[in-house]
C-alpha cells in the first residue's frame, strides 16, 4: 500500500520560510519522480515543482528563486524548502509520486502566509 505523508505546513508572515517534507512508503522511492502541487480554496491544483528520479528539477514560474525542491532516497522522503513566502502561496500543499504508470498523493499540508 502506497502512503505519502506529508508535514510541516503551518502559518508564516509574508517574507518568512518554511520546510515541507513528504515521507514515501510503498514505492520504489528511487525510481519515482516527485513533486509537490497546491490548492488554493476555489481553485484547480497547480504544479509547485517536481524531482526526477535522476535528480532533473522543474519549477512553476510563479515558485522560482524562492522555493527549493530537493529529495533524500535514503529516507525515502522529498522536501520543498519556502523562502520569501508571499500570501499567494497561501494553500494546500500535496505531494505527488509517479512510478511506471501510476501516480499517488498525500492528504495535503496547510500553508497559510498571512500578516
Known amino acids: 500500500q502506497v502512503q505519502l505523508v506529508e508535514s510541516g505546513g503551518g502559518l508564516v508572515q509574508p517574507g518568512g520560510s518554511l520546510r515541507l517534507s513528504c515521507v514515501a512508503s510503498?514505492?520504489?522511492?528511487?525510481?519515482?519522480?516527485m513533486g509537490w502541487y497546491r490548492q488554493a480554496p476555489g481553485k484547480q491544483r497547480d504544479l509547485v515543482a517536481t524531482v526526477t528520479r535522476r535528480d532533473n528539477t522543474n519549477y512553476a514560474d510563479s515558485v522560482k528563486g524562492r522555493f527549493t525542491i530537493s529529495r533524500d532516497n535514503t529516507k525515502n522522503t522529498v522536501y520543498l524548502q519556502m523562502n520569501n513566502l508571499k500570501p499567494d502561496d497561501t494553500a494546500v500543499y500535496y505531494c505527488?509520486?509517479?512510478?511506471?504508470?501510476?501516480?499517488?498523493w498525500g492528504q495535503g499540508t496547510q500553508v497559510s502566509v498571512s500578516s
Open positions: 505527488n509520486a509517479k512510478m511506471l504508470s501510476a501516480d499517488y
Open positions: 510503498g514505492v520504489i522511492f528511487r525510481f519515482s519522480d
